[in-house]
T-cell receptor, first 113, second 114 residues
Framework: DAKTTQPNSMESNEEEPVHLPCNHS???????IHWYRQLPSQGPEYVIH???SNVNNRMASLAIAEDRKSSTLILHRATLRDAAVYYC??????????????FGTGTRLTIIP | ETGVTQTPRHLVMGMTNKKSLKCEQH?????MYWYKQSAKKPLELMFV???????ENNSVPSRFSPECPNSSHLFLHLHTLQPEDSALYLC?????????????FGDGTRLSIL
């Protein structure tokens, strides 16, 4: 089964860009890469997703390596409200037709004022 | 306001009790999900409903029984739970059940089994 590996924690200064890495070296060709973040006492919040090409939205950018074995979530200008646990997730269909979600253990991002 | 509302926010129950968790969304979504989030463990997908039909049951014990009466409501009926079932139970919805569909999560029900 595919697995994701993320650093346990990262720190960044406010108003600077943040690059959050995720390794998924056993990713399959049809696995989608999703990123969610979770604040204390709240449910996860969708950030961005992609398959092969880099993606941009109002919250962040997703850079996917050409071999798809890793990806990087980029927050262009971190604010204090971006402090959260960020999860890199693979979504796929198993051989039995069930949806498989592979959640990483997440990166706790701390923003320094 | 997440668009997905879960009640109750906290629940304490004994192992012999029967209770239900409720999830409601008015986002016009057709797929709904139950997840379990235990301390220090990755999020686990439990059930998936797409257009009111259950499409996933990821080897969840029968003491957890889902119900989806319509596309806006999802229940998780609980009976004879074990202490290891104490966790945060999260509901999510998406426009439809697809691998490329973003999911909207509620804030969860924190369940404690005595």
């Amino acid at each position: 089964d595919a697995k994701t590996t993320q650093p346990n924690s990262m720190e960044s200064n406010e108003e600077e860009p943040v690059h959050l890495p995720c390794n998924h070296s056993t990713i399959s060709g049809t696995d989608y890469i999703h990123w969610y973040r979770q604040l204390p006492s709240q449910g996860p919040e969708y950030v961005i997703h992609g398959l092969t090409s880099n993606v941009n939205n109002r919250m962040a950018s997703l850079a996917i390596a050409e071999d798809r074995k890793s990806s990087t979530l980029i927050l262009h200008r971190a604010t204090l409200r971006d402090a959260a646990v960020y999860y890199c997730i693979l979504r796929a269909i198993s051989n039995f037709g069930n949806e498989k979600l592979t959640f990483g253990t997440g990166t706790r991002l701390t923003i320094i004022p | 306001e997440t668009g997905v509302t879960q009640t109750p926010r906290h629940l304490v129950m004994g192992m012999t009790n029967k209770k239900s968790l409720k999830c409601e969304q008015h986002l016009g979504h057709n797929a709904m999900y139950w997840y379990k989030q235990s301390a220090k463990k990755p999020l686990e997908l439990m059930f998936v409903y797409n257009f009111k039909e259950q499409t996933e049951n990821n080897s969840v014990p029968s003491r957890f029984s889902p119900e989806c009466p319509n596309s806006s409501h999802l229940f998780l009926h609980l009976h004879t739970l074990q202490p290891e079932d104490s966790a945060l139970y999260l509901c999510a919805s998406s426009l439809e059940a697809g691998l490329d569909q973003p999911q909207h999560f509620g804030d969860g029900t924190r369940l404690s089994i005595l």
